[in-house]
Every structure is written in structure tokens, then in C-alpha cells.
């Protein structure tokens, strides 16, 4: 796996984050201003949760893709192990 692939993944982990950040914030100041609806809130409520979703998703790709493969190759049995660990994870 190239270095600029590995960084083009990190760049879009990073962004994942921040977007994430970025969405609690809201919902933090939509409670201290007392502003919005239950509605409202459970729906930034589910944004954040979808963000998250989608950023673990990202990073068993990103994991998949990096690491897994070219393990799989060098050490199977370790690989195996990883990912019985990462869906064991995902699982609970």
C-alpha cells in the first residue's frame, strides 16, 4: 500500500471526525440555548450516531486495505485473528 493512499485515508478519517465534532457542537449549544425540539435534538441525535456509523465503517476499510491485505499474505493466521477481533467489535 502506497503512503498516499494510506494519508488520503486519514485525510477523509480526519474529516469524518471533525464533521462528527462539528455535529455535537450543534447539538450541545441547540440544549444550552434551550432551543429546538426534542425533535429536533434526537434528530442531530441521529446525525451524530450515522456519522459515527459511517466513521467506523471508514475505518475497517481503511484497515481492510492497509493492513489486512498484505497481511493475509505475510501472516494468515494473524490476520485471521485481527479480523475476528474487529467483527467481535462491531458485533458488541
Known sequence: MTTDLK???NKKTLHRIHRIQGQLAALE????ADEGTC??????GRAIEKGMTSLISHMVECYLVNTARDEMTADPD???QELSRIFD???H
Open 78 to 80: 494473524n490476520a485471521v
Open 7 to 9: 494519508c488520503e485515508y
Open 39 to 44: 425533535q429536533d435534538r434526537v434528530i442531530q
Open 89 to 91: 467489535l462491531l458485533n
Open 29 to 32: 449549544a441547540m440544549i444550552a
